[in-house]
């Protein structure tokens, strides 16, 4: 699970016409509703700096990812593929980047400036080829592919199967607990599943008094 600061954008997941669609669809989220409020409109930017950040977050606790982020940002001058591709092993070491995710976040560099993706025209692609596109990216698996595309490019029928919090979540408020399941409880909420991933993540932070830690 991600979280970062709202930025306004032409296109939010949460509005208050796809809300009452959603509650009238199923009971669940009139119980969220009700209990918790409605969910904010997560977002980040589009681009380098927050796939990167998403990359980072692959496996560890958002605490630490941030952690980890901040530190290679602030030693390095500018937060771009080239700089990253500057460093050495030794100095992505000493950033606490893995040697795992420091060969995934070369990899996206030089993806990038071989021109063999353009972040930027991510945003005109429908959500498949977005998704063919980065998963295409050694270190880009599903998880981050959907965060990307829910959070920075914020289409509206996204469901993040691979993510914890999202799973735990359902398997609290339905009677789904396998994966299929989960796949086929999600289906009639199509085509707003993104922001029912917003009220489940909304639940799942209230229910455990959290609140999002990123930038």
Not at 100 to 117: A, D, F, M, P, V
Not at 163 to 180: F, G, R, S, V
Not at 185 to 213: C, D, G, M, Q
Request: with cysteine; glycine share 4%.
């Amino acid at each position: 699970m991600i979280f970062g600061k709202i930025h306004s954008m032409i296109k939010d997941i949460v509005n208050q016409k796809d809300i009452q669609e959603l509650i009238s669809r199923d009971h669940i989220f009139g119980f969220i509703s009700e209990k918790f409020g409605n969910p904010p409109n997560w977002t980040r930017p589009s681009g380098f700096i927050s796939l990167s950040k998403t990359i980072l977050e692959q496996q560890v606790s958002l605490a630490s990812a941030n952690a980890h982020y901040l530190k290679l940002n602030n030693y390095l001058t500018e937060f771009t593929p080239s700089a990253i591709l500057s460093l050495s092993d030794e100095e992505m070491r000493s950033c606490q980047i893995s040697r795992q995710k420091s060969k995934y976040l070369r990899g996206l560099s030089t993806e990038i400036l071989s021109q063999n993706i353009n972040l930027e025209q991510l945003q005109t692609y429908d959500p498949a080829e977005v998704r063919r596109k980065l998963t295409a990216i050694k270190g880009i698996g599903d998880w981050t592919a959907d965060i990307y595309l829910l959070i920075s490019l914020q289409h509206k029928d996204i469901f993040p199967i691979a993510d914890i919090a999202l799973i735990n979540a359902m398997k609290e408020l339905t009677n789904a607990q396998t994966k299929e399941e989960i796949l086929l409880e999600a289906e009639k909420w199509k085509p707003l599943r993104s922001l029912a991933t917003y009220f489940l993540w909304h639940y799942y932070l209230s229910k455990r008094n959290r609140i999002s830690v990123l930038t």
